[in-house]
């Protein structure tokens, strides 16, 4: 039999390894257009086609900005006005619909500000090839931009090749650290918006170096998760069970390849879990006078998610109460043994090394921000303007959801569409695999009526830590949405996996057992299409909406 430690090893590194594989598989362009024409004001642009096109529609590459733009088709001096639009975003390609038959078109723009990176002309056939450019004036150099790199502009365009949901903001303002400029999103705090960075600044700045640094924090997630796993059930079944389900949820594996914060939080909301159970375990076995080093652990990590986003305190917050009941006995061995008794004896002093440890790690990330010219006072000001953002945010959204329904994938967010042609779309949605989501409720609420009564400290642990990563958010009165959930995924995970576990070591019902496991990853297969972005023909898409407020 293989030694413990070389068996766990190898399913770690297998599941870690063939995660990151089919998450990175078609993960994104390392290369998009990257040269570019702005406007400031009014401008004209002039194409001719070389001979008469249908033409469908014209592709703009937006880099940044807001342009307003009328259409018109025909030839010099005889114009027909065929479209107008106000194209928007960051990095992202925005298609008008033009349904003409013309050799020339003219584009007028008009209070208009902004990049445009590249610019398609598509017939019935497909892009046009050959296209020249030119000025109200006449022959223009710069004008040459929005055509030079036709090569690098997919047709039709996917989210391969452009920005997608909140990239727009987290991309954005990572370039802006590597640019020495101020972040353009600066509603969160910077950790994730540097480790989005840092990708870029490997890989550069295209869909591929945005999201790699998610990736590589996804597929970090099933080690973490295989060792709590093993340490809640007593057994590595429970953690190959737990690193299984995390990897075929849906919500993991589609945010993990989207160049927003999400994934880190999650990462380092999950870490510190794993370090505080072995605390908590200390605690339990050898009482308060056991090694604090898994308790400093924990709030690194959970300084580091706070750097990330606020929400993590919730988790923070959780493991401290969990400690309290502990503390009031509620919380036994498993011996039944209470530990009431003499906390350190230096008790104060380490609360405060503790808060001091996290604070520390929190404002050391603030150092590139320092960086920009920055001081501290402005530090202190950003974490005011951040609070004062986020609760006075009234606005609406259409894929917002209330608290409650989030277990009950009610509304998933639907991050992304591209039509593609014929029957076929590109379309990408934020949701639980309902395999997961949907029994690991119906487990939840079992743990937790079983904790009123009293339970296994594995027990209390999952249950206090998805209260209090999930039910705060009812005093939230902002707009929110499902992926606000993705922190307790895990728990979920977690939860099943200890009960499958358990039926499996009293070798009762271990058919049904695999039969869940089969039914968790048919379930991915099927919706691989609408959580990835590939290729999907809408009769499929029709099929998938078993709930009709299921929208991608």
Not at 161 to 180: C, I, N, P, Q, T
Not at 220 to 238: D, H, R, T
Not at 507 to 527: D, G, H, Q, S
Request: glycine share 10%; aromatic share 14%.
């Amino acid at each position: 039999m293989m030694p413990p430690l070389k068996r766990d090893t190898v399913i770690v590194l297998s599941l870690s390894i063939i995660f990151f594989l089919l998450a990175s598989w078609n993960l994104g362009h390392d290369e998009i257009p990257s040269s570019g024409w702005s406007v400031s004001g009014s401008a004209r642009v002039i194409v001719d086609l070389g001979s008469p096109v249908d033409v469908s529609e014209i592709v703009f590459m937006v880099k940044t900005g807001e342009l307003n733009l009328e259409i018109f088709t025909g030839e010099p001096d005889s114009w027909d006005k065929a479209a107008e639009a106000t194209v928007d975003g960051y990095n992202r390609w925005r298609r008008v619909s033009v349904d003409r038959l013309t050799r020339f078109l003219m584009i007028d723009f008009d209070s208009s500000h902004g990049e445009i990176l590249e610019m398609i002309v598509a017939g019935e056939d497909g892009r046009v090839e050959d296209l020249t450019v030119w000025g109200a004036d006449g022959p223009s150099g710069s004008l040459e931009a929005l055509t030079d790199e036709q090569d690098l502009a997919q047709y039709p365009p996917t989210y391969m090749s452009e920005s997608v949901f909140d990239e727009v903001y987290y991309v954005r303002a990572a370039e802006d650290y590597l640019s020495g400029r101020d972040p353009f999103e600066d509603t969160h705090p910077p950790l994730g918006k540097l480790i989005i960075a840092a990708g870029i600044s490997v890989l550069g700045n295209n869909p591929l170096g945005w999201r790699i640094a998610g990736v590589f924090f996804a597929s970090a997630m099933m080690p973490v998760i295989y060792l709590l796993g093993k340490e809640i059930s007593g057994s590595w079944l429970g953690g190959l069970f737990s690193a299984l389900l995390l990897g075929f949820d849906f919500m993991h594996f589609t945010m993990g390849r989207m160049a927003t914060t999400d994934i880190f939080l999650a990462f380092f909301s999950l870490a510190s879990l794993l370090f505080f159970y072995r605390y908590m375990k200390g605690v339990l076995d050898a009482g308060w006078g056991t090694s604090l080093r898994p308790l400093f652990a924990a709030v690194i990590l959970s300084a580091l998610g706070f750097a990330t986003k606020w929400t993590a305190a919730f988790g923070l917050a959780a493991q401290f109460f969990t400690l309290g009941l502990i503390r009031i006995g509620f919380l036994r061995s498993r011996d039944g043994r209470k530990r009431s008794g003499a906390v350190n004896g230096n008790v104060f002093l380490v609360l405060a090394g503790t808060a001091a440890v996290f604070v520390l790690v929190y404002f050391l990330t603030y150092i590139p921000y320092l960086g920009l010219g920055h001081s501290l006072r402005d530090v202190f000001a950003r974490q005011l303007s951040m609070l004062g953002y986020h609760s006075g945010l009234e606005a609406g959204h259409g894929y917002s959801s209330p608290w409650w329904s989030w277990p009950l994938l009610t509304r998933p967010v639907w991050l992304y569409i591209s039509e593609l042609g014929g029957e076929w779309v590109s379309t990408m949605v934020a949701m639980g695999n309902p395999a997961i989501w949907w029994v690991g409720l119906i487990v939840m609420i079992n743990e937790t009526s079983r904790v009123t009564r009293g339970g296994a400290p594995s027990r209390v642990f999952l249950v206090t830590m998805f209260a209090f990563q999930w039910l705060p958010y009812a005093l939230i009165s902002r707009s929110l949405f499902l992926y606000h959930f993705f922190p307790n995924v895990p728990i979920l995970c977690l939860a099943v996996s200890e009960r499958m576990t358990d039926i499996w070591q009293r070798n009762e019902k271990r058919p049904k057992t695999v039969l869940y496991l089969l039914l968790v990853m048919i379930a991915f297969v099927l919706y691989y299409p609408v959580i990835s972005g590939s290729p999907v023909h809408n009769g499929l898409r029709g099929l998938l909406r078993i709930l009709r407020s299921w929208a991608f």
